[in-house]
């Protein structure tokens, strides 16, 4: 298959781009930084370079515009969006969350435009969502079925997957994977906590009691993909593991893992977040117990389930 990807440079699409390249498809990534990335590529050691990186091609495309990078789509079997300027890079400020919006709504409007200038459409659009579409559920189980919620990030993932579905008039398949918050050694949310917690000094942000929607990269890499596979797979569907836990369960099992404490007596204050994170710290203060019940029903299998072999696994590999 020819598959044009987004984010591709990524915490979860380099990953991505690695597995469907393993599996001899063909892979266009396309990103704002293209000859960087083609000479970091080159630039391997033959030895760490995956013979099948020949599988993937950097393709320059500045995110705002139609350009030759859309001919790319022309005749691509399918097209993974995953691209969308980082939640906790900066404090959101206005400028900030329009950064954060449009990076997602117009990309994806962007890449819709393609497909329908497109004479061999792709069949199938997977384009990325977040658990943070529910806003704040408390201690509600959540499914595919539960409404969205509030605040600034469910308003964004809103937006973002109704512009998704608009490629459903030109004939593709939309899937809208809601992500949980990804676990990997070498990025995202373990990225910051690790050393803390490596410093003696982790403990849970907020009340500890919200829930926290976790996954193993391995699961959200073969997760996102599945609806290659699986063709009944379509519309919203949630990306986090079967076993979410509470922001202090989670905590004492990443303390576990490292063989450090977890002072769950103790607790990053919800103010002392707002002081520092302003809006962005509702994002942690909240949270979902998220059900994958729509993967579930399609035969998806997680590779990582629980959290105390997810966390293994990652450390180990480190
Ligand atoms: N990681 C998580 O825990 C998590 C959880 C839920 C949802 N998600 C969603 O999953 C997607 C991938 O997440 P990730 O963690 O892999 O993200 P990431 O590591 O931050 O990578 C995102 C990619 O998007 C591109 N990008 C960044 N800012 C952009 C902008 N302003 N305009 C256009 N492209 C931009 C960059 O590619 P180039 O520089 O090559 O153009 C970057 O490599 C995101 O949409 C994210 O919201 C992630």
Known sequence: MKVVLTGGTGLIGSRVSQYLAQQDHEIV???????????????????????????????????????????????ADAIVHLAGEGIFDSRWTDDMKKRITQSRVNTTRLLVS???????KPQLFVSASAVGYYGDRKDESTDEDTSAGKGFLAEVCVQWEAEAQMAAQYGCRVATPRIGIVLDAHGGALKSMVPIFRAFLGMP????HQWLPWIHIEDVVRGLVYPLENIRLEGAYNLASPHPLRMGEFCSALGQALGRPSWSWLSVPEFALRLGMGEAADA?????????????????????????PALHNIFSEQ
Do not use: C, Y
């Open 284 to 308: 942690l203060i909240g949270g979902q117990k998220i059900i994958p019940k729509k993967l579930l029903d399609a035969g998806f299998s997680f590779s990582f389930p629980t959290i105390a």
């Open 29 to 75: 990534a396309l990103t704002r930084r293209a000859r960087q990335n083609a000479m970091h590529d080159a630039g391997q050691d033959a030895k760490q370079k995956s013979p099948h990186s020949l599988n993937v091609r950097f393709v320059e495309w500045d995110a705002r515009s139609l350009g030759a990078w859309a001919k790319e789509v022309d005749g």
């Open 205 to 208: 942000l907020g009340s500890g």
């Open 114 to 120: 393609a497909v329908a200038e497109a004479n061999a």
